[in-house]
């Protein structure tokens, strides 16, 4: 059965491709629906027309003069780049009868390869932004299997792309749950994850989000951070804060000034103790030195290059003082911290711990600081096993502990284990002679921490400097000094007695009652006149013990431990 010329133009309709044919005299015979819709030209107008009227810059009568194909040539024909093959048509004997052309639309090719470029271009970007971050990154697709690293993650983990892409989301895991699967599982993003990954098990930190695009998942993406570095960070740190601990104990026996006697004896017996491993009570009145001497002998002693920790027993609360000084296991107590804590004994291990302020340690304490320094090991709060330690003990007191002993507020066997080196510091007003050596000493430190250039001190200031009484010790004179180089012009360079400051005993009783009275016209209710009063009264108090606490204490007739509670709500601390 042969095809009927209207099924043959049937068939031509149905294809997708433009199709033109011309006969040897160049006529349009053929020009399918394709054809039409692609040259914008209807059908009817053009069949029997010559092809170069109908297209002027058509190649097809070209073609057909010089019988021979073109083929793939591309060109734009109103806004629409197509592709055309053309080809002679002969007959059954070779003669040329015609020629043809067949042209598809590739607009949409050409704008996706377009797009295709750009993606690409837009891929490179991604990759070079991700290449070029410190992070290592690591993205899986919606199947958990890996899409992308970047070289920062081969840096982590030692696992390169060939390992880990294509591969499941487990491949680089040490230690831990996969991250991207569960972000996959549950859609939701994780962070702050802490795992191990790559053959050498990297102690690392994962952030994991989902990846999504038009809502729909196409995987996770996850960020790791090396935390190895942040534990170098810490162990720095800690090594740092060690070091301060060490500077701390920062004077040695030079810095304790003095060519008195009662000075030089002091000296001498601790320079023997530091060479002992035997525990020393200091004992003194406030501001006498007696933190100096603890420093010093710690300073010399075999432990100089191990830790010097200073614990001021009057500013502990008895109810914390056990826990503080042999520390706590996790759970011991309401508001204890997770992991527990150490205690100052712990913490001392090695080295060297100053219990200033002794006789403010209740007596409950006393009993298990006595059992410590008989054992040589603590019980930290809720815990049933001692751990050994070995660490040297200084006491410090300013208080009569034979008088507490006897008033059973000290215990007796205590007082033997801490008193086995006693050495006594002499109240400044015993040593008078050193006033000078001192003064020139505190002025020294005062020039190189204010930057300061006092030279002298005048003969009348230390004549006036020596009639005084001293009830703050050596601290008050420190205090004195210093105010006076406050009132020096930066030009003066001698300290005369213009500059000292008043150093007559004042009544804080006096003062206190006036600025009373003072205070009632003031429009202040009975608590703020009483808050008032009370911080002008330990101002004052501070003053004339030249910031003693413990003489301060002493002059109100008041523990030392309420002392710091009354600073404390008054804001003085
Ligand atoms: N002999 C001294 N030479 C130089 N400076 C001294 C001397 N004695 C005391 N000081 C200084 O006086 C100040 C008070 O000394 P320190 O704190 O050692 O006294 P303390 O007896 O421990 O006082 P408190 O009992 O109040 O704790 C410090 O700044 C210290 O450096």
Redesign the pocket.
Same mark, same amino acid.
């Given at each position: 059965m042969s095809i009927t010329s209207k099924g043959f133009s049937v068939i031509l309709d149905s294809i997708h491709e433009g199709i033109i044919a011309i006969n040897g005299d160049g006529l349009i015979t053929v020009f399918n629906r394709a054809a039409e819709r692609i040259m914008k030209l209807p059908t009817a107008k053009v069949m029997g027309q010559p092809i170069a009227q109908v297209i002027p810059n058509t190649r097809l009568h070209l073609v057909l003069k010089k019988g021979q194909p073109e083929l793939n040539s591309q060109q734009k024909i109103h806004n629409t780049t197509i592709v055309t093959n053309r080809a002679p048509i002969r007959d059954e004997v070779g003669d040329l009868i015609g020629a043809a052309a067949v042209f598809r639309d590739i607009s949409e090719i050409v704008i996706l390869a377009e797009e295709i470029t750009k993606l690409k271009e837009t891929q490179a970007l991604l990759k070079a932004i991700i290449n070029s971050t410190h992070d290592a990154i690591s993205v899986v697709d919606e199947n958990g299997l890996g899409l992308m690293i970047n070289p920062a993650y081969t840096r982590l983990t030692g696992l390169t792309e060939e390992a880990v892409l294509d591969k499941p989301a487990t491949v680089d895991i040490a230690e831990g749950e996969s991250m991207h699967l569960q972000v996959l599982r549950t859609g939701r993003p994780v962070t702050g994850v802490p795992m191990k990954v790559g053959p050498s098990k990297r102690e690392v930190i994962v952030n994991c989000a989902p990846l999504k695009v038009q809502n729909k998942s196409k995987g996770s993406v996850g960020v790791i951070h090396d935390v190895s570095e942040i534990h170098r960070l810490s162990e720095e740190l800690e090594h740092a804060k060690q070091l301060i601990r060490h500077l701390e104990a920062k004077?040695t026996f030079q810095?304790?000034? *003095?060519k008195s006697t009662a000075?030089r004896q002091a000296v001498e017996l601790a320079k023997r103790a530091s060479a002992t491993p035997a525990t020393v009570l200091l004992r003194?009145e406030? *501001?006498?030195?007696?933190?100096?001497f603890a420093h010093a002998i710690h300073h010399s002693s075999q432990r100089a290059r191990e830790k010097f920790v200073r614990v001021n027993c009057a500013a502990i609360p008895d109810s914390l003082m056990e826990s503080e000084l042999f520390g706590y296991v996790a759970g011991a107590f309401t508001g204890a911290l997770r992991g527990g804590k150490q205690g100052f004994f712990q913490e001392g291990h090695g080295g060297t711990l100053f219990l200033?302020?002794v006789a403010e340690i209740g007596l409950h304490v006393q009993a298990k600081l006595l059992r410590v320094l008989q054992e040589k090991e603590v019980l930290p709060v809720g815990s049933t096993t001692p751990t050994p330690i070995n660490v040297r003990i200084i006491t410090?007191t300013?208080a009569n502990l034979e008088e507490l002993i006897h008033a059973g507020k000290f215990r007796e066997d205590l007082y033997y284990r801490l008193n086995v080196i006693p050495i006594r510091?002499p109240a400044l007003r015993r040593r008078k002679e050193d006033i000078p050596y001192?003064s020139k000493?505190i002025i020294e430190k005062y020039n190189q921490e204010y930057g300061r250039n006092v030279a002298s001190i005048s003969r009348q200031v230390i004549s006036r400097l020596q009639e005084h009484h001293w009830p703050g010790?050596?601290?008050e004179l420190?205090n004195v000094l210093g105010r006076a180089i406050i009132n020096m012009k930066l030009s003066d360079t001698e300290i005369t007695l213009a500059h000292l400051p008043q150093l007559e005993h004042q009544s804080p009783n006096n003062r206190a009652q006036a600025s009373t009275v003072a205070g009632l016209d003031s429009g202040k209710d009975y608590n703020q006149l009483k808050y008032h009063w009370e911080k002008e009264l330990f101002q004052q108090v501070l003053q004339q013990s030249g910031g003693?606490?413990?003489q301060a204490a002493r002059l109100l007739n008041i523990s030392v431990r309420t002392l710091y509670n009354k600073l404390k709500n008054l804001d003085l601390d």
């Open positions: 004077y810095d304790i000034t *003095g000075v003194g406030s *501001g006498t030195g007696k933190e100096l200033d302020e410090a300013n510091i001192l000493r010790n050596v601290r420190e003693s606490k413990t």
